[in-house]
C-alpha cells in the first residue's frame, strides 16, 4: 500500500532549493533524466524543476525504476534516525557519559560522521547532550535531596570534584547556591534606556542571566530569592552599553557574554534561534523539526518563551505557521520593531 505523501509539489520543491534537512526521510526527490531519487537536502547540484518528480518513500521510487543516490544515501535515513534514538538510549542508562567512540561504535558508524549525524538530528553533541543531561539530573537532585553531598551521588556523580566543576561551568553558581535560590551569588543588574523602551541587564560573573524589557530589580529577587541582588553601578557600565548597542541594532553580530541554562531540548531550540540569519524567520514547526523532533512544536514554543535573554538569542525570529508574528513576552510592536530592524539592515 502505498504511503500518503503530505506535501504539495510547490512545498516539496522548496525545501529540496534550500536543502532543509528537517524534511529528510519525509519524501525523497525522484530524478527522471538520472534515474536516482535523492534526499531533500542532497548537496548534489539541483535538477531542472520540469525533471523532478517527489515520492513518499523510497520504495516507491524503487518501483517507479528510480536507484538511490550515492552521494546522500535516501535509505539510510531511518537508519541515521535509528543510530541516534539508540545513542541517546545509552547516554540515558549510562552511570557514566559513554565516549563519542564508544557510541559511534555501538551503533555502527565511523566517530567523525556520528558526530555530525547526532549534531544534524538534536542540535547539540553527544558530550554536549550528556552534559546537559546531567545537569538536569543535578538540578532535579539538588531539589530533593537535603544535603549537597547526597545530591552529587543522586545525579550519578563519582565525587564531590566534578560536580562542582559541571556545576560551575553550566549553572554560573555553585550547587548549593542553584538549590537555595541563589544563596551566596552576587547578581548585578542596571536599567537603560534603548530605542525600544527601557531594558533591564543582569549578569552572574559567568555573563548575562537576564535581558528583558519593563521589568525592574523585583522581577530578579521573584527568580533569586537568596542571592545577593545589587545594583551594577559603574562596574557595569561598558556591559550595559554594548547591550544597548545591540539591541537599537539587532542583526549586528555580537560577542557579549551569557550565562543561561536548560534542559537539552531547550539549549537545542536556543541554539537553533541563534542560526537564524538576521532578517530572516523560521515558524515554530521548522524549530521543532529542526532540532530532531518534530512532532514537539508546542514545546518548541514554550522552550522559545522560557528564553531568559531577550534580542541575544532571538526569539523574535520565531512566527507562526500562518506568518503572523505569534506572541511575544515584550509586546508585538517590540518583536515587529525588531523584526523591521533586521530586515532593513
Known sequence: M???????????????????????????TGVLTTGIYCRPSCAARHPKRD???????GS???????????RCKPDEVARDAEAVERAIALIEAAETPPSLDALAEAVGYSPFH?????KRAT?????????????????????????VTDAIYGAGYSGPSRFYEDARRRLGMTPSAWRNGGAGVTIRWATAETELGTMLVAA???????????EDESALVRRFPKAEIAHGGGEMTELVQRVVAAVNAPGAPHDLPLDVHGTVFQQAVWRELQRIPPGETRTYA???????????????????GDNNVAVLIPCHRVIRSDGTLGGYA????????????EAGA
Open 60 to 70: 516507491e521510487a524503487a518501483q517507479a525504476g528510480l536507484r538511490p543516490c550515492l
Open 51 to 57: 525533471n523532478v518528480r517527489f515520492f513518499a518513500t
Open 286 to 304: 521548522q524549530i521543532a523539526a529542526a532540532v530532531g523532533r518534530p512532532g514537539a512544536v508546542r514545546a518548541a514554543g514554550t522552550a522559545n
Open 114 to 118: 556520528f558526530h555530525r549525524l547526532f
Open 2 to 28: 502505498a504511503t500518503a505523501f503530505k506535501y504539495s509539489d510547490d512545498e516539496a520543491w522548496a525545501a529540496v532549493l534550500r536543502r532543509d534537512r528537517s524534511v529528510d526521510g519525509r519524501f525523497v
Open 204 to 214: 552572574t560573573e559567568k555573563g548575562i542571566c537576564r535581558l528583558s524589557f519593563d
Open 330 to 341: 515584550y509586546g508585538l510592536e517590540r518583536k515587529a520593531e525588531l523584526l523591521r530592524r
Open 123 to 147: 542540535g547539540v553533541t553527544p558530550a554536549d547532550y550528556a552534559r546537559a543531561r546531567r545537569a538536569g539530573q543535578m538540578e532535579k537532585s539538588l531539589a530533593r535531596e537535603a544535603r
